[in-house]
């Protein structure tokens, strides 16, 4: 335990994307007892000129590394969980940010605790998780979210936020917003029940239960169930870097919509609120960049919605290819994509 301090740290196995980039000063925090010594040292790097706010590092898997950081890197390590509230039906679970996300489901579940099935298998910490109110098969974080803590590494002070304080939208908080850059996520609460809710009728989960002969599911089937269809259609970042869904499905007013939908015949759009969403993939894949590879920066052969690393591609080289991809998706269509990871060392794309 204890605050660990790493100096031109390699950063290829801390990303999904296996961007090979170096971190000038890495401080990978374990204990938030160590919290008030992170706050010291981070000022005294400020105090040194060095850029800031640090970049908070989670599982690397919704991050763009476009160049090396020059800002410190703070790791999230905190681990820990615990039955915060219990009332017999509905069951408050507090986890520390450090853990692994796709654990934490696992543990609910194990716990008899509904709720977090449909998000079974997202990469990552359960910090980031509000970062970007992470979704999955028709749930969002913000569904079963109950509050979180922070600290802000400038002055050590601690702040929770509840869910209006989070603001959350489609793949968003007010932690993406730039005046939130520095504060560090420490827990996270999420309200869970013991009666299931289950939500069967988003993509092949019902087929996919089906197939498996499950007329009854529990909660665990419905989060074996993701899981299959999650393993056999996303790329595994272990086989190629990726960091899932590259850009956002844009979100557009009706009437924008039926008149794209008449100039577009096929492109898929559904209700979102009073707006309407459209298909990112679909647009893509008209503009004919599935498939395309430059260098080792590529689009995967079977999702247009996700970029990949062949090998060695430098981050600037992928973040290249994403800006060809929105600019040629605002010519031919006059939207304008915008990514779901945090573009770090060059301005968010
Ligand atoms: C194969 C694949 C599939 C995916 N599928 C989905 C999906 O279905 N749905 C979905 O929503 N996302 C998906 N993602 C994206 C990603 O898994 C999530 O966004 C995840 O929550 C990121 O967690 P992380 O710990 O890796 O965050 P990181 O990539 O480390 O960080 C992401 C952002 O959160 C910030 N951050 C991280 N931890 C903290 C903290 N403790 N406090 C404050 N800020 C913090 C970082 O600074 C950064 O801005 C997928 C990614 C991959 C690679």
Redesign the pocket.
């Known amino acids: 335990m204890g605050l660990v301090r790493q100096a031109d740290a390699p950063l290829r196995g801390l990303?999904?994307f296996g961007i090979d980039a170096r971190a000038r000063l890495l401080w990978r925090l374990e204990s938030l007892d160590d919290l008030p010594q992170l706050c010291e040292v981070l000022r005294d790097d400020a105090g040194k000129g060095h850029p800031q706010p640090p970049?908070?590092?989670?599982?690397?898997?919704?991050?763009l590394i476009a160049d090396d950081p020059q800002q410190p890197i703070v790791q999230?390590a905190?681990r820990g969980l615990r039955i915060a509230q219990d009332d017999g039906n509905t069951v408050i679970v507090e986890a520390a940010?450090?853990e692994a996300?796709d654990p934490l489901v696992r543990w609910t579940l194990s716990q008899g605790l509904a709720g977090l099935e449909n998000?079974a298998?997202?990469?990552?910490?359960?910090?980031?998780?509000p970062?970007?109110?992470?979704?999955?098969?028709g749930v969002?974080?913000r569904n079963h979210f109950e509050s979180l803590d922070?600290v802000n590494l400038e002055d050590g002070t601690f702040r929770s936020f509840d869910a209006t304080d989070c603001a959350f939208g489609y793949?968003d908080s007010v932690?993406?917003r730039a005046d939130a850059a520095g504060?560090?996520?420490?827990a996270v609460r999420l309200r869970l029940s013991r009666v299931a809710d289950l939500k069967l009728d988003y993509g092949e989960i019902r087929t996919e239960l089906a197939e498996s002969h499950i007329t009854a599911p529990t909660p665990t089937d419905v989060a074996d169930a993701v899981s299959r269809i999650?393993r056999r259609k996303?790329?595994?970042?272990a086989v190629i870097g990726?960091?899932?869904?590259f850009f956002k499905n844009p979100q557009i007013d009706a009437g924008q919509a039926t008149a794209l939908a008449a100039r577009e015949p096929g492109l898929p759009c559904w209700p979102s609120g009073d707006q309407v969403k459209v298909s990112a993939a679909w647009m893509i894949e008209r503009c004919g960049f599935k498939g395309m590879r430059v260098g080792d920066a590529g689009v995967h052969a079977r999702h247009a919605l996700?970029l990949v690393n062949h090998g060695h591609a430098r981050g600037n080289e992928i973040l290249a290819l994403a800006s060809r991809i929105r600019d040629a998706v605002a010519t031919r269509f006059g939207i304008r994509l915008e990514a779901?990871?945090?573009v770090v060392g060059a301005p968010q794309l």
């Open positions: 990303n999904t970049l908070i590092l989670g599982g690397g898997s919704n991050l999230m905190l940010a450090g996300w998000l298998l997202i990469p990552g910490t359960v910090g980031a998780a970062i970007q109110n992470i979704g999955a098969y969002e974080l922070t793949r932690f993406k504060r560090l996520v420490t999650r996303l790329p595994d970042p990726n960091a899932g869904s996700v779901e990871p945090m």
